[in-house]
């Protein structure tokens, strides 16, 4: 058909887009160089002398060594399956910062 009934592939029920079941190691490389670069420049401001109640949280927080790879690779999800989802299936995962650590009580 044609005109605004047309049918497309998100109308017949198909898959708009594909999102792969589990990460390939590019993506996990990905994960652990842009982790690695935010730990540089958090390492960078702690050595310049700057205080922020914002950097000493983060401070906190595990470097991309010390992480567990449940930790890197998957984020909270209250709906997902013991409670983590996929870092890949958060939309735009690269730009948005991750929180390092479950939340207290999961």
């Given amino acids: 058909m044609l005109g605004a009934f047309r049918s497309t592939l998100a109308c017949l029920g198909g ?3 594909h999102l792969p079941f589990r990460m390939s190691p590019t993506r ?3 994960v652990r160089k842009r982790l690695k670069a935010a730990d540089k420049v958090v390492d960078v401001l702690t050595q310049s002398g700057v ?3 914002i950097l000493e949280r983060i401070r906190k927080e595990p470097k991309e060594h010390e992480m567990l790879s449940k930790d890197k690779y998957f984020t909270f999800s209250r ?19 991750l929180p390092r ?5 999961f």
């Fill in 15 to 17: 898959p708009a887009w």
């Fill in 28 to 30: 996990k490389a990905n």
């Fill in 51 to 53: 205080t922020c109640r």
């Fill in 101 to 105: 650590t479950m939340p207290k009580g």
């Fill in 79 to 97: 709906h997902g399956r013991n409670y983590r989802k996929g870092v890949h299936r958060v939309p735009k995962f690269t730009r948005v910062p």
